[in-house]
């Protein structure tokens, strides 16, 4: 199969690639930054240098122009800002014959806007998640410490602290926000796959020990958390998700609150595939015709870090 795997400078590129190269897939690869620049890159069948995805139309046209050259089948996005702008155009792919293997529009509208997703959960009784309002919503009373998060925000871009009450009120002014309790506890990120025809599912959670700024972990505890999967599915059957996502979760007060749905490949989707399970031959599998998931595997606690090394090109 032909596929075209975007972003390949980010952190699930090396797994994603490389998964699908074990199972000889052809591997068109893009980015916005020059191939010598990604080591990744030589793992690729071919690469290519494309526009940002705040582009849209020449984007998109090189995306197009590359999936006819390659007869490519199936797009994996790999990050959340090229998921929002392929959602726009998907006519145009299928037109072309092409998949993208992203959520349904649905979906993306409640796990693309956070305050979307809090007011789905706030009254449900099985998901717990952190009072939120909209900035200029404010109300004076609102509890501090609180935590200020762009609606449509991505890998912690933009996130804020609050702890005094005029800078809180200051928020009132900027648009685009929601204000959230900000809640003390170790976060928990399950890479969790559904296949919306069959309704069969799968969840790997970890606790993330070590994370980098922007929210990706590099040293992880995985924990085969009955509630955490059980919470996982309870949510994936909700928005009828199809694919691989990633949830994420604060454990606070002997609690477990959902702060994010990703629709994309965790940063560390690797931890999964490297205790057993392969998230991205699923994933793919959910998009295929007469295909499912992989079915689940036993699994047992363990602790895992991601480890770098320079290599040449």
Known sequence: MNILVTAIGSFSADCVINTLRSHRHFVVGCDIYPSEWHTVSKDCNVVYQVPFATKEKEYINSLLHICTKHKVKYVFPLTDLEIDVLNKYRQEFKDNGVLLCIQ???CLEVARDKYKMYRLFKDDPTVKVPLSVFSCNLAEDFPLPAIAKPVNGRSSEGLQRIHHREDLLRMKEVDGYIIQELLDGNVYTIDYVRNASTKSDFAIPREELLRTKNGAGTTVRIVPNEYLMNVSSYIGNKLDLNGCVNMEFIHHENAYYLIDINPRFSAGVAFSNFVGYDMVT?????????????????YKEQLLCKRYKEESL
């Open 104 to 106: 349904s529009v649905a």
């Open 282 to 298: 699923s994933h793919l599998n959910c998009f295929a015709d007469n295909e499912d998931i992989i079915s689940p595997i036993d």
